[in-house]
């Protein structure tokens, strides 16, 4: 976050030198039913190994269309990207095991829902 090609990486408006972003395909039972799932606003970008050796994911959720988007555009509005953010922190917090986030970013594109809302990157 100290450079803006930092910035970039986690706006999704550039790709870490050597990545290669993918979407991860799921499954699970839905509504009582076996359902093929997927990542349909998610891209992983990478790996990073912590300084004390602990292995994260860095992935940006929001950034457009994935196989799996099922119809979707595959963006996020900024008040469910930063609700998510606060959400997992308060469950850290609370020493429930979560995922993390790094940052919410937003994109400056209005995202079409039932109305225009400003578009973010939760990262």
Not at 13 to 23: D, V
Not at 90 to 97: R, V
């Amino acid at each position: 976050l100290q450079s803006n090609e930092g910035l970039e990486i986690f706006a999704g408006n550039k790709i870490p030198e050597g990545s290669m972003p993918l979407a991860q395909a799921y499954a699970g039972h839905q509504f009582g039913h076996f359902t093929m799932l997927g990542d349909g606003r998610a891209v992983l970008i990478g790996e990073h190994i912590t300084p004390n050796g602990e292995r994260v994911d860095i992935q940006l959720k929001g950034s457009g269309r994935t196989p799996y988007s099922r119809g979707g555009d595959g963006k996020a509005a900024l008040g469910p990207m930063l609700r998510e953010y606060i959400i997992s922190e308060a469950m850290n917090a609370f020493g429930i095991p979560t995922t993390r986030s790094l940052a919410v970013v937003t994109t400056g594109e209005p995202i079409i829902r039932e109305s225009y809302l400003p578009g973010a990157i939760l990262t």
